[in-house]
């Protein structure tokens, strides 16, 4: 499986190519917080969803992963819409180069810097169309406000996270360390 590895800069975010919906809202938990508590059942109905939608993925998360995440190097960001009484979708993010989410596997090329990734929006609700769209929106503008650089990669079979990537303005950049 190829992958596409890319970065974002703060200058070269296009805020206009996308349109903000603020019916939507992202929730920001970090590991070792108390909110992971707060969060589990929709951490959990999340994992269910891709239990579900993606039964042939092999080493997909559980709550027990979700957890193990987020008690050690990464954040999770939660998206919702109130047409839904749970998370519709995640995105994890870290200040490090990580293949687990668990254990960093290297440094990030530069400074003020962080790595995002495991986008994934629940295709199994009555969602509106676009949401796969502000939650890449929400979550560059929310790492772009305290990062100067976002890097992450797009498998290469993943044609919907290659447009969104590409709507964002992410150049390509290698910087993944095998």
């Not at 269910?48 to 960001?77: Q, T, Y």
């Not at 560059?140 to 079979?157: A, E, I, M, P, T």
């Amino acid at each position: 499986m190829s992958k596409w590895e890319i970065r974002l800069c703060v200058d070269d975010f296009d805020k206009s190519k996308i349109e903000r919906d603020n019916t939507f809202s992202l929730i920001e938990v970090k590991n070792k917080s108390f909110r992971i508590r707060d969060y589990e059942k929709d951490i959990k109905y999340i994992c269910k969803s891709i239990d579900n939608r993606l039964e042939d993925w092999d080493g997909k998360p559980s709550i027990e992963v979700a957890k193990e995440r987020l008690n050690s190097i990464s954040n999770i960001f939660l998206l919702f819409h109130p047409l839904e009484s749970k998370a519709i979708g995640w995105c994890w993010y870290t200040e490090c180069m990580t293949h687990n989410w668990i254990n960093e596997s290297h440094k990030l090329p530069t400074k003020n810097s962080c790595y995002t990734g495991g986008m994934y929006i629940r295709k199994d609700v009555n969602i509106p169309p676009t949401s796969g769209e502000q939650l890449y929106y929400h979550v560059c503008s929310n790492l772009l406000c305290r990062y100067k650089w976002v890097y992450g990669y797009v498998d290469s079979w993943n044609k919907p996270s290659i447009y969104l990537s590409h709507k964002c303005r992410v150049t390509p950049y290698n910087f993944i360390k095998e």
